[in-house]
């Protein structure tokens, strides 16, 4: 059985769970607690601690793993341990929680620091009508324009799956042009 | 869609840079603690500012820089008060009081000392409101936000913050394609401009500079906050952390694993 994993992270918050959930063929295997903080109390009421695991079958001879990294800081120390032999990641933010960009920012800064893998970034709650713009995200995430930045609702399986897919492409891109 | 926030999460730089960066028009309102401030920017550049009470009115300015005298400014509030900023400056410029540099440039800086006095708001809620313009009649600047966003970015002194933008100094530093040009920056700016290159690491720049990690974060944070440089990974480093991302080493069966992935997930 031959194994492939793509990492899933982001801020606190950002749907990271749900993503997985989404197109996950097992009940994704989550090690969530309960909020321990007022302030993140307000916003949910428990959260992944060490990771999330989605599977997807490919056939009988391969898998694909989707890990969700912890959203909050201080679980830190599991993304590094997280992110070894990624085939790409995906970096979700909350279009609607301005407040978690610059998070945001460091997360993907420190993600592309472990590795020169490819990565995609995910818009998540485009639905929202106090959703932030796409270009207003991206330049709020400093992100240049090779970047792709896509819309993206976790708990709507088509725009998860076109994340995932176009983070395929990148690879298979990066794969052709021998990078 | 939206652009708002609260300033404790979102800066007053950080805002700046999104305007400037996405040439955006129209017009910042804030609601700071006392106070509330209008900036309106065309194409992303900076073309009027009021702060609370003030009307940023041209005889207000003008009064405010001394060049005219409070009696001038009374008779020109009694007297003037249907004239718009336009008519007023032309005006006085006939009349010899002042030129129309004197206007400008009092105008700008004006302008740019609302913003400046922006930056100590840590509190307060922030709207974008698109193509909403400066009020008819007073006059517009055009002034590049570059060297505000640089000056602002001064002002950032946190080193978690900064550790939360700047993660790893492992990273180097390339240009964008922003011009480098009418920025002001200081001798320790300049230092590490002198060494932006791929093939540098910002640990080797602030190590040649001799500047502590929390100096280099600062300078770097407030060149990326201007939108003249970006980070990127250092040239010819090979990660150390690539083991075995593909379960087969054939180039070609890794291109056929992937092709299932696309396959399989598109029938999801």
Known sequence: ???????????FSAGKTQFIQSVSEIDV???????????ERSVKSVTTVAMDFGRITVDEDLVLYL??????KRFDFMWEILSEGMLGFIVMVDSTRPETFREARSILETFRAYAPTPFVVAANKQDMED????????HALRLDGNTKLLPCVATDRKTVKDVLLELLYSILKDMESGK | MALRGNLRDFTITQLLNLINLANKTGTLILDGPSEQAYISFREGKLAYARLGKDDGSLASVLHKANKININQYRAIVDRAGQMTDKELGLLLINAGYVTQEDILLNLQGYFTGVVRKLFTWVEGIFRFENEMLPPDGRINVKLD????????????????QLQDEIPSLDMALKFTKRPLTNVNLSVEEWNVVKFVDP??????IASTNKLSDLDVRR???GLLQAGLVEMVRPAGVVALSTPKQFPVQDKQEQRTLINKLIGRIRTL
Do not use: C
């Not at chain 1, 959703?131 to 991206?138: G, S």
């Not at chain 2, 936000?145 to 978690?160: P, Q, T, V, Y």
């Not at chain 2, 093939?199 to 080797?204: F, G, I, L, Y």
């Open chain 2, 219 to 221: 300078i770097v944070y």
């Open chain 1, 67 to 72: 890990f969700g990294t912890p959203g909050q």
């Open chain 2, 199 to 204: 093939k540098n690491t910002m640990r080797q």
């Open chain 2, 145 to 160: 936000l570059e060297n505000i966003i640089i000056e602002g970015s001064r002002h950032l002194r946190e080193l978690e």
């Open chain 1, 131 to 138: 959703a932030w713009d796409l270009e207003d995200v991206r």
């Open chain 1, 1 to 11: 059985m031959q194994t492939v994993k793509m990492v899933v992270t982001g801020p």
């Open chain 1, 29 to 39: 295997v989550a090690t969530e607690r309960k909020i321990s903080t007022d302030e």
